[in-house]
């Protein structure tokens, strides 16, 4: 629709062009992340000798800690610095990730490396989510978070396997790290060449709402806000659970005798699964109830996890990830979504940027939790941990948002918040 007064128009249709560049440059930021999906146990434990599972994990909580920082203080400075410049400097942070992982002889130069990775995600993937928020406005907000996802998360699955089949095929390094190298560079150059700042949609479409309502937003993001809170500790726990699968999967496959190449093929089927299925739960949260698809999604994850450790053969393996995917399409672009209701859209960028610090943190806290009781009782012990507390993330869903989110588009203007 177009805004009086503006020279900009809101909505997915208007906005096309770069709305699916943005889509495009998601898929590059995803790829560099699936580029380490399956094959990283096997890298620390066959160049570096690390067996620990507590110290192979080491490099997810680097990420995960770089990454949430990164997210935070992406969406504080959304608006001062700008959506693209955000995008060109998370690009840049990551031309060196690949070449140091390619030929570093020592793992605390992999941790520096998953450090930059993390920053550069929080910084690209952030500012193609709040780019596409700010171009659609408030119609197709579900459907582009699924469009979002599903090239990013696509991507994930993709390059996932085409790493396994290249360390299968011509070694464990350098080559899968050194197509991250162009991975990185050519979305530099989409970025630089093609790509608009969205700050004027965001100011279009701030003058439909009435003032900006939440006081200390990452309070109200974190605690204070019944559904804002609620949502945040889904992330969270959303993200530890897939900190936990991203380590102890291709661990526990390679334990129970698969090969590298179906190892690559399980571990890539959850993430290309959960890419695929966001073209359609997305639009589903514009439509149907967004509680009911936060919970359910999460209580299918804690149900797929817990079938982890009794699984056998390969295709029951198969099975679960495939339910991994969707419980986590079912609620990934239903985060964002309802984050993006439940905001003003001068507050949206930041209230967004604190909910993916808390969901990234789930890295790291899954990284380190996991892995720790892997150390202690079993990785099996681990697995069953991580799928109960999914499941009873589902609950604090169910009993904390209130039931007035069960509506399409509850809120029409943002004049007050939760008590």
């Known amino acids: 629709m177009k805004q009086e007064g503006s020279a900009v128009a809101l909505g997915l249709r208007q906005n096309w062009r770069q709305f699916s560049l943005l889509v495009l440059i998601n ?14 146990p096997q890298f620390a434990a066959e160049v570096f000798g690390l067996e620990s599972n507590l110290a192979i994990l080491s490099f997810i909580t680097a990420f995960g800690l770089s990454k949430a920082a990164a997210n ?26 690949p070449l140091m992982l390619a030929f ?33 406005g408030e119609k197709d907000r579900g459907l582009a978070m699924g469009l979002n996802e599903f090239a990013g998360y696509l991507a994930v699955g993709v390059f996932a396997f085409v790493s396994a089949y290249m360390a299968q095929r011509y070694g464990i390094r350098p080559y899968p790290f050194l197509l991250g ?33 939440l006081r200390g937003i990452f309070w109200e993001t974190t605690f204070r806000n019944k559904t804002l809170s609620a949502i945040t500790q889904a992330g969270l726990v959303n993200n530890l659970n897939d900190g936990m699968i991203w380590g102890l999967l291709p661990v526990l496959l390679i334990s129970l005798n698969f090969p590298l190449d179906q190892v690559g093929l399980i571990v890539a089927i959850y993430p290309t ?9 997305g639009k589903m949260a514009d439509i149907l109830p967004k509680k009911k698809l936060l919970f359910w999604g999460m209580l299918l994850q804690g149900l797929a996890i817990l079938c982890l450790p009794f699984a056998q053969g390969y295709i029951l393996f198969v099975v679960i990830s495939v339910a991994l995917g969707l419980g986590t399409a079912i609620v990934y672009p239903t985060f964002l979504a309802a984050i993006a209701e ?21 890295y790291a806290f899954g990284a380190i939790l996991s892995g720790f009781t892997a150390d202690l009782f ?9 799928g ?6 589902s609950l604090v869903i169910k009993l904390r948002i209130p039931d007035r989110h069960n509506s399409r588009n509850y809120r029409k203007n943002l004049s007050t918040t939760d008590p």
Do not use: C
């Not at 898929?27 to 990283?40: C, Y």
């Not at 935070?72 to 990730?97: D, Q, T």
């Not at 989409?190 to 309502?213: P, Q, W």
């Not at 699964?273 to 739960?281: E, K, Y």
């Open 27 to 40: 898929a590059f930021v995803g790829a560099m992340i699936g580029l380490e999906r399956s094959i990283f």
């Open 72 to 97: 935070y203080f992406s969406g504080r400075l959304a608006n001062s610095v700008g959506r693209k410049n955000l995008l060109l400097i998370g690009w840049v942070i990551a031309l060196p990730v």
């Open 104 to 136: 570093t002889s020592h793992w605390h130069w992999v941790i520096v490396s998953n450090i930059l990775l993390g920053i550069s995600q929080g910084l690209t993937w952030s500012s193609t989510v709040v780019m596409k928020i700010d171009l659609v």
């Open 181 to 213: 190298e162009l991975v990185a560079l050519t979305g530099l150059l989409l970025t630089i060449l093609f790509v608009k700042d969205t700050g004027r949609h965001v100011l279009a479409e701030s003058a439909r709402y009435s003032k900006a309502n």
């Open 273 to 281: 699964v959960w890419g695929i299925s966001q073209l359609f739960t």
């Open 342 to 362: 439940e905001t003003h859209p001068i507050q949206r960028a930041e209230s967004i940027g604190t909910f993916r610090l808390w969901r990234d943190m789930g």
């Open 378 to 386: 079993g990785i099996k012990y681990a697995i069953i941990l991580i």
């Open 388 to 393: 109960l507390l999914t499941v009873g993330s």
